[in-house]
């Protein structure tokens, strides 16, 4: 039987009601328990730290810490605990009052290096991130390659004072028509952007595949795929490193965080190279594909984002590389928002270099939070 609203009573605890009590034979479990919407407090008996997900009716989960309050919004039909093995923990229904809200500060590091990362001991349990990865290398007389991926994952919780690897994703070298490499950042991979092949169709990558590439000889080549990095993202949830095993056989990925990519749209491949002259197709760019080349100007490469997410102002971000044309000795016009100084950007082409641009490394910024 669900737990049926009701207006709580005095005794016990001062506006709390108990309900039930579970006990961990299992540091992680799954609770048939069902209610209405409500604030709730699940408190451990060992009085230790954990945290409690409320399953609702849509799917959703809310997510407290052990020990706090809970503000279920729609029926729920099951209590996920992550707490200490044998620990007794107690659900009690809360008579809730508003209060003012605290401010919290936010404080940003900007990590351009792999290396070690340790979670500040001022701030507060969680962090978000912005995570970019490398962008690919172009070559000369050639298309332009593809963009690094971007994540932003916002409220993971993190203990204060730990330490984390991160590895930042390089940027291909020139003339090495090389993929980007991959940033990695608690859990999540932002992948790195499609090289070009000569005389060939682009590589795959995340945020941008890269462009095609057309030699002295006529030919139709396509450009690399890419899709932004969402499969790559979809993957990295399905396997967060939030994971539990519940009971003995039942393993869910608990909601301790959100992660998406900073952008909308379908297709950010990589433009195609149809004809001759030595050039190529645009690489592809966060926030869109690259163009084609049809024997007319060279093709410009995708877009890129402009964010000032740290709130230290505008800085860019895994534009695609522009194509050229030697035959006509052209160079394309550079992407939206490409910029050799900004993070993830694909390599572009110059007509007239024996080297195209190198793809620019990834990043991550932390934005951590204390009182």
Known sequence: MGIQSFTPTSGGLSGQTFIDQVYLTYKVRKWNRAGSPGFYRATSALG???????????????QAPLNGIANVTLPFTEIRI?????????????????TDSLTLTANYTTITSSGLYTFPTNAV????????????????????????????????PLPVGSTQSVTIGAGAASSSMSDGGT??????????????????????????????????????????????????LNTD???????????????????????SILFTG?????????????????????AGPGGNFTNGAPAVGGAGLA?????TGIKYYSAGGSASRHSTQTDAA?????????HGMGGRSYWNSQTGTNGTNGIVIVRTWSV
Not at 206 to 211: H, L, N, Q, R
Request: glycine share 26%; charged share 10%; aromatic share 6%.
């Open 334 to 342: 550079n992407s939206t928002n490409w910029t050799q100084s900004g």
């Open 266 to 286: 379908g297709s950010h491949n990589g433009g195609s190279a149809n004809g001759t002259g030595h050039s190529g197709g645009g690489g592809g760019g966060a």
């Open 307 to 311: 964010l000032n997410w740290d709130g």
């Open 48 to 62: 230790k730290d954990g945290f409690v997900y409320f399953v609702q009716s849509d799917s959703s989960i809310v």
């Open 237 to 259: 949830k399905s396997q967060s490193t939030w994971l539990a095993t519940l009971g003995t056989s039942l393993t869910v990925p608990l909601s301790q965080q959100s992660a």
């Open 125 to 156: 349990g969680f962090c978000d991130a912005l995570i970019v990865g490398g962008g690919a290398a172009a070559q000369h007389h050639s298309g332009g390659a593809g963009a690094g991926g971007i994540i932003e994952a916002i409220s993971i």
């Open 183 to 232: 940033t990695t950042f608690l859990g999540h991979n932002a992948r790195g952007g499609g090289g070009i092949q000569d005389n060939g169709a682009g590589r795959a990558g995340a945020g941008g595949g890269g462009g095609a590439v057309a030699s002295a000889q006529a030919g139709t080549f396509n450009g690399g795929t890419g899709d932004g990095g969402l499969a790559q």
């Open 82 to 98: 992550l707490a200490t093995q044998f620990d007794m923990i107690s659900l009690y229904k809360v008579s809730a009052k508003g």
